[in-house]
């Protein structure tokens, strides 16, 4: 079993965010862009599964942070913009975003480098290859429903986690079906704080919006929340080891608190 239930948890993950950050780092980019945020749900979710699965502690970080890191390089390709860009600073901003997610990527790669780990590498490699393939995917849905976008969506933001639940974790079904669950909560978290502070609704709301109308689209929202963490909790119950089960549900319990707040200042408005 392991003992996660100490401050060493939080720690590690500060040290990952650390890492992160400094693998990161670029002045020049700074004065132009921002780095797409950091989820910190799934840099911890990615340590549970790598705790259960017995990796070792001195490569859990590395891990953690190269996958941080692939993902910081996809996010930062899907930020470009394909309008045509009329001054210096949208151009300059334009070209700097693509090569912000190839610095990133060459720091993924020199991390990799330094783990020694094919399985891992080549498991990596085919998740990015489906990440893509989903991508092109859901460029071609925009006619779709709701829930079909938030199911490839869903898909598409697991593949790097569940990467590594096929090579590390012991209780593969399980594992498979926490992620999913946890990662369709985060986005429809994401979404519901678009909804609540006027900014314009996300992809998914407005396909709801289309089908439900608004009111209906915000009932739906907050339903489909409520089932995946439900789901999210039922799942974690049947994991075997004590100290990832209890760190996991003070994880989901996270999400749930996020979305009570979200709703009290929807509230209070």
């Not at 799934?42 to 259960?52: K, P, T």
């Not at 190839?102 to 490699?125: E, M, N, P």
């Not at 639940?165 to 946890?182: A, D, P, Y």
């Not at 992809?203 to 919006?209: E, G, I, M, Q, S």
Request: glycine share 6%; proline share 1%.
């Amino acid at each position: 079993m392991m003992n996660l239930l100490q401050s060493g948890f939080r720690i590690e993950t500060e040290t990952i965010m650390e890492l992160i950050a400094k693998n990161t780092a670029n002045r020049f980019l700074y004065n132009y862009i921002e780095n797409p945020p950091v989820s910190r749900l799934r840099i911890q979710l990615l340590q549970l599964v790598l705790h259960e699965g017995g990796t070792p502690k001195d490569q859990v970080a590395r891990y953690v942070a190269t996958t941080a890191l692939v993902q910081l390089g996809l996010d930062s390709h899907e930020t470009v913009t394909l309008a045509r860009q009329h001054t210096m600073r949208g151009i300059r901003n334009r070209q700097l975003t693509i090569l912000a997610g190839d610095y990133f990527s060459s720091r993924y790669y020199d991390l990799l480098a330094q783990i020694d780990d094919v399985r891992t590498v080549a498991q990596l490699a085919r998740s990015i290859q489906e990440i893509n393939e989903w991508k092109i995917r859901l460029y071609g849905l925009e006619g779709g429903s709701a829930e079909l976008y938030l199911d490839g969506k869903v898909k598409m933001e697991s593949s790097l986690i569940l990467s590594f639940v096929e090579v590390w974790s012991k209780q593969k079904e399980t594992w498979m079906g926490i992620v999913n669950q946890l990662i369709r909560a985060e986005e429809l978290l994401r979404e519901y704080r678009k909804q609540a502070t006027d900014e314009e609704v996300g992809p998914y709301v407005a396909r709801l919006n289309g089908e439900a109308g608004m009111h209906g689209a915000h009932q739906q929202l907050v339903a489909e929340l409520h089932k995946a963490l439900h789901q999210s909790r039922k799942f974690a119950s049947q994991l075997s080891d004590d100290g990832v089960r209890t760190e996991l549900k003070l994880l989901i319990d996270g999400c749930a608190t996020e979305l009570d707040s979200q709703k009290a200042r929807a509230e209070e408005r």
